[in-house]
């Protein structure tokens, strides 16, 4: 079984969140198993392509409306990645320094297309084209109904939905440069009078996952507008929760930590990187730490970060460090609190990915009030590295967190996005971490918890099985 994935993101090679992280793990479990699994991604100006040598397997241009591109499909000379990575470079649009930005219709069109016309090329065709996010949302449709495509359109396609808030819209301008159909068939790429290319995947894909059970019977609720259709479109809809990559998020094994640690030595591991952690933020090592780590965005809870931080630090008896960046408004109230509360909170504004690996080992609670989480990668990562989760119970915070509660609960759970309830979770939170004997057992325990890519691996597979 050959599968292709077609992603904007892939970890290590380009990662702004946990979608990265998805589709840089999957194909690898996958491989694990009975299936060929590879995935198709731009090439960006990185550090990962500066210090990588690449050569090109196939050259040609791509036709954008009135415009024409040249391209090559490229590959890495010496394979350091667990699966074999395709990468589409069109120098003038896709080779830049960011992954999304302003110009992302042109960019993100010519490469669906350039993939697209690549695929055509493949003696060996995929079995099962696996689209993710918005960004590769026209592929569906453009299989099915694009006539240069027509020798591809027997080949499943599968769309999974990381995030449903944003769908990529277009205005009907960019319309003369989606390769040819049938005009008759064009309210398969509309949705409200103006082309919205996730719309269209979950009009067109053959199957439609979302990263998480409970982020799909969400969706059909609310989902920025789509509701009413994934509802109508329920019978091919299917949610499957994300695992983590264990090789990568291992505290017995990560490179980026202070120090590692295995359930046995826990106590003496999560310690030293907390040491490391407080010393370079300035806090208090004796106090709980709470921490968070992400994009300051409305669905994640960000802007009411800094209140309730404010708040709840005036008791002075825990630590808190963030690490994230986002809207400007929130951070620079984040950035502000640094001269409130000094020696109890700090942030790091920006993206680091060894200071998070550290952050999930050092931290006592790693909070997500998230709005709107449909897997969520962090509790996970938290959980691994001893870490009790403090979440809102959400999307696929609600699949993976249990409340200390229930009899078999392990995290702290609450109901609302709303400052009261945050700040009633960290009170339970604090309460918790005093009763010293229980919260250590607790962190072995879910240290051990098992939330690998090998059963939702699977679980993908079955999916495709049942297509055919
Ligand atoms: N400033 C920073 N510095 C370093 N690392 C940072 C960082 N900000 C975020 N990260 C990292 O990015 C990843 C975030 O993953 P999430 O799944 O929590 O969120 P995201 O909303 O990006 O993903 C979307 O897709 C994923 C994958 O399907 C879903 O789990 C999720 O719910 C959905 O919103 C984690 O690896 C985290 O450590």
Redesign the pocket.
């Known amino acids: 079984m050959r599968v292709i994935h077609i992603s904007a993101e892939c ?1 290590p090679v380009a ?8 589709v840089g793990a999957l194909p690898k479990y996958q491989n694990k198993l009975v299936v060929d699994s590879a995935v198709i991604m731009p090439f960006y100006n990185n550090k990962f392509t500066q210090n990588n040598t690449f050569k090109a397997l196939y050259e040609s241009t791509v036709k954008l409306g009135e415009n024409q591109y040249p391209y090559e499909v490229l590959v890495l000379k010496d394979n350091i990645l667990d699966f074999p990575v395709y990468f589409i470079h069109i120098e003038s649009l896709l080779y830049k320094d960011y992954v999304y930005s302003e110009d992302d219709t042109d960019r993100f069109l010519a490469f669906q297309i350039a993939a697209m016309d690549w695929l055509l090329t493949l003696d060996k065709k995929p079995d099962f084209i696996h689209c ?2 918005h960004h590769t949302g026209l592929i569906p449709f453009m299989a099915q109904e694009s006539f240069k495509y027509e020798s591809l359109n027997k080949i499943p396609v599968i769309t ?1 939905i ?2 449903a ?1 944003y769908q990529g819209w277009m205005p009907y301008e960019h319309l003369s440069k989606i390769p040819e159909f049938n005009l008759d068939h064009i309210g398969l790429l509309d949705w409200n009078g103006t082309i919205n290319p996730l719309a269209a995947a979950i009009k067109c894909a053959w199957r439609v996952t979302t ?2 059970p409970s ?1 799909m019977e969400e969706l059909m609720q609310s989902a920025n507008g789509l509701e009413a259709l994934l509802s109508a479109e329920r019978q091919k809809a299917i949610g499957i929760l ?1 695992g983590i990559d264990t090789d990568v998020w291992n505290p017995e094994t990560d490179e980026y930590i202070v120090k590692n640690y295995k359930t046995s030595s826990v106590l003496s591991g999560k310690k030293a990187n907390k040491s490391w952690l407080c010393k370079e933020f300035n806090l208090d090592e004796s106090k709980p730490l709470f921490s968070f ?3 300051l ?1 409305g ?2 809870g960000a802007e009411l970060l800094p209140s309730i931080f404010y708040k709840a630090l005036q008791s002075k008896d825990i630590s808190i460090l963030l ?3 986002g809207m400007s408004q929130t951070e620079s109230e984040l950035l502000s609190l640094k001269n409130i509360h000094i020696g109890n909170y700090n942030c ?10 550290i ?2 080992a050092g931290s006592d609670f790693l909070l ?1 009030p ?1 709005r ?8 996970m ?1 938290s959980l691994r590295y001893g870490t009790v989760p403090v979440v809102r119970s959400v ?3 609600k699949d993976t967190v249990v409340d200390i509660k229930d009899k078999v609960g392990y995290g702290i759970c609450h109901n609302d996005v709303s400052e009261t309830s945050i700040l009633e979770a960290i009170d339970r939170a604090k309460e918790f971490y005093k009763q010293e004997t229980e919260f250590k057992n607790n962190r072995k325990v879910i240290m051990n918890i098992d939330n690998s890519w090998e059963v939702s691996a699977k679980a993908y597979i079955n999916l495709y099985n049942s297509i055919t």
């Open positions: 970890y990662k702004i969140g946990g979608l990265a992280d998805v993710h996010d999974t990381h995030n808030q990263v998480s982020y994300n780590i992400g994009r965005v669905e994640k690490l994230g960046s790091f504004i920006g993206y680091d990915e060894r200071l998070s690996h952050i999930y997500m998230s709107v989480e449909p897997c969520g990668l962090n509790q990562y999307g696929g915070l």
